[in-house]
């Protein structure tokens, strides 16, 4: 059913955020339907995101049940629905479940409560949060709900933040929900000593709230599609994702600090089977700053969503008076009409296998920072023009069809998932873990020990070292040892082959052994391998000692990325493409009916002033790369057209396939391959 849904091919959704409190004096007035949708049909939208309930609680739609916006003097959210589907938009209906200011200031008991026995009141901001185990939902969430589905035939709807903050609550009602279910006193002591279990009752609560919405709404209107903030995301519990019947991750530049970040999360959600939407916003520094992008970022941003398999969703804000700005619905059109141009190639393709990514997360809050290991591994990896798919620790497919899995320190994988990943080497692929993947505690050891020839011994007594040189793998980097800011494991060579050796620092600094920097330089050479090649059966493993890649998220050491990337491409002898571009130029291949496509996305952004102010560095313009040489390495493909604009251009034949130049990359250009 999900495969069939038609989110697929929607894929310029606008977020109308109206989060509106009722204090301005002409909050609402300017409302006009005709005029409101006619943005989004001039952008192009064809999926809007409208609201039923804010953060304040303010309905904004006719209601029984609930506090209506008392400058709202129509039915905002009926003519907004009744218009968009006079002009062919899809609506999403908004409703803001885990915050409602007018709900727990008019219930004080309601309110979520802290381990410190506070309410989870926000002090005149809009962050007043009631809890999904009081009768908040009995007496305000359904019943509303119940009335907007009867009322309006929606499409889909949006049920924001279904989570208790940090998963845990003290309220009377947790806590005598908890003492029904586990037979213990709900306490914070317990958070300390048993924080799984609280955790998970927390998470628990949240799942039989969107699963109890979730059957009110499918009972009255079954082609409804369900959805609440955060489902389908990496990391995000099955019980969650199973209310859900569309995905949607938030990413934004400003919010995350990186641009890569659209793209790794794409990376992961195109291997599922549910249409998943990552969403980023017209804002320069987060939501509701009324700042607009330039079209060029967002067509860059809207790139490397829907050339890496995702869906695109921008967020906006209205103003108070009920209106919206429409010098913003010039520039979405404009960055609208690129990905129109663009959508018979992107959408419902598929990647081509090539590397499988398995990595962990972050599971615990919307906005927690996403895990940097994970994170710095698909840096490393689009940086170097490999192509990639994001998988969440144990849940990885058969792997035939890969060539090659990476391994990041913080992969949390069972003992049959290590069994699945020697079938894979033993069989002659390629796998590269680092650090203490695959450590198990109870062992003592690592999981896939014999697969990398190495045992585990213990960690070292330094935050960081060097690795010594090695010629072919510091291609590109200074002949000296290289320093990487991270904490080394001992790791003994049984079979492996060492490639390059840990070096200690000099000394850890400390009183009467200061240097310069606080990082002294390299001392003695170890007898621990840094770097080191195994065989395995018909495959390769290869393993280096610490989090490189953790490393390189935090301190963008460009030598620990050229050090990484001139390892896989040296021992992966199979890959799809060559592309000798600079690294901000991202490669990614898909297939749609029968045929290969080729992305290649270029970006550039502009320095920023002070970091601790400034630290939001814009796209104003982006500089086209020019005469970008490809090989392709597939003897069935013989010809390439860029698209758009149906452009042959002239092939050459190689031992592997064929190559070709790409004249200009301006933001995003498409090859197609037959």
Not at 70 to 84: T, Y
């Amino acid at each position: 059913m999900k495969r069939d849904s038609w989110f697929w091919d929607y894929t310029r959704q606008v977020h109308v955020d109206f989060h509106m409190p009722e204090f301005p004096r002409d909050a609402v007035k300017n409302f006009d339907a005709k005029s409101f949708v006619a943005q989004f049909v001039k952008a192009k939208a064809n999926v809007i995101g409208v609201f039923t309930k804010c953060h304040f609680g303010n309905a904004f739609y006719d209601n029984t049940v609930g506090h209506k916006h008392s400058g709202l003097k129509v039915d905002f959210f009926g003519e907004v629905l009744e218009e968009a589907h006079k002009n062919g938009i899809k609506v999403i209906a908004y409703y803001s479940l885990g915050t409602d200011a007018h709900a727990v200031v008019n219930n004080p008991d309601w309110y979520q409560v802290d381990e410190h026995g506070k309410v989870r009141g926000a002090e005149g901001t809009v962050w007043e949060l009631p809890c999904i185990n009081s009768p908040y939902r009995e007496e305000l969430v359904i019943p509303q709900i119940k009335e907007i589905t009867e009322k309006y035939d929606m499409d889909g709807y949006l049920l924001d933040i279904p989570y208790l903050h940090n998963h845990y609550c003290f309220c009377t009602y947790c806590k005598k929900k908890f003492a029904e279910e586990h037979g213990l006193a709900l306490t914070p002591e317990l958070l300390e000593t048993n924080r799984e279990l609280v955790i998970q009752f927390g998470i628990d609560s949240a799942a039989r709230c969107m699963q109890e919405i979730h059957d009110t709404v499918k009972s009255i209107r079954p082609h409804v599609l369900m959805n609440c903030n955060g489902a389908w995301r990496m990391g995000e519990p099955d019980s969650i994702n199973a209310t859900s019947d569309y995905g949607l991750w938030e990413s934004q530049p400003s919010a995350t600090g990186s641009f890569h970040n659209h793209s790794i999360r794409a990376r992961h959600v195109r291997t599922l089977d549910v249409p998943v939407q990552v969403m980023t916003v017209r804002f320069t520094e987060g939501w509701g700053l009324m700042s607009c992008k330039t079209a060029e970022q967002l067509k860059y941003e809207f790139a490397t969503i829907m050339a890496n398999g995702g869906i695109i969703n921008i967020g906006d804000q209205m103003l108070p008076d009920g209106t919206l700005q429409s010098g913003v619905y010039d520039i979405i059109g404009e960055a609208f009409g690129f990905v129109e141009e663009r959508e018979p190639f992107c959408t419902r393709a598929n990647s081509v296998k090539h590397i499988a990514l398995i990595a962990d997360n972050t599971s615990n809050w919307y906005y927690d920072k996403d895990d940097a290991a994970t994170f710095g591994a698909a840096k490393m990896l689009i940086e170097g023009h490999h192509q990639f798919d994001i998988y969440y620790n144990d849940n990885f497919p058969d792997l035939s069809g890969y060539r090659a899995v990476v391994l990041p320190d913080t992969v949390k994988l069972s003992e049959q998932s290590a069994e699945r990943l020697k079938q894979f080497v033993r069989n002659g692929g390629l796998l590269l873990a680092e650090g203490a993947a695959t450590y198990d505690k109870q062992k003592k050891n690592f999981l896939l020990a014999d697969v990398l020839g190495v045992k585990y011994l213990e960690r070292t007594p330094y935050s960081f070292a060097y690795l010594t040189e090695n010629e072919a793998l510091w291609e590109g980097i200074a002949r000296i040892p290289q320093l990487v800011e991270a904490e080394f494991v001992k790791a003994m060579a049984t079979t492996a082959k060492t490639l390059s050796y840990v070096q200690w620092p000099l000394t850890v600094p400390a009183v009467n052994r200061a240097f310069r920097h606080p990082m002294p330089p390299a001392g003695n050479i170890s007898d621990f391998p840094g770097i080191s090649v195994n065989e395995y059966g018909k495959g390769i493993a290869l393993y280096i000692a610490a989090p490189v890649f953790r490393s390189y998220w935090h301190s963008n050491h460009f030598w620990v990325r050229r050090i990484v990337n001139n390892l896989l491409d040296q021992y992966d002898a199979y890959k799809l493409y060559e592309v000798a571009a600079p690294t901000h130029v991202e490669a990614n291949m898909m297939e749609k009916e029968g045929r290969k496509y080729l992305h290649l996305i270029n970006f550039q952004s502009i320095h920023a002033g002070e970091k601790s102010t400034a630290y939001y560095n814009p796209i104003e313009q982006i500089t086209p790369v020019h005469d970008i040489e490809v090989k392709i390495n597939d003897k069935a493909v013989s010809s390439a057209i860029l698209q758009p604009g149906n452009i042959p251009l002239s092939v050459s034949s190689t031992d592997r396939g064929i190559s070709f130049v790409v004249p200009k990359v301006h933001i995003h250009s498409i090859i197609e391959l037959s």
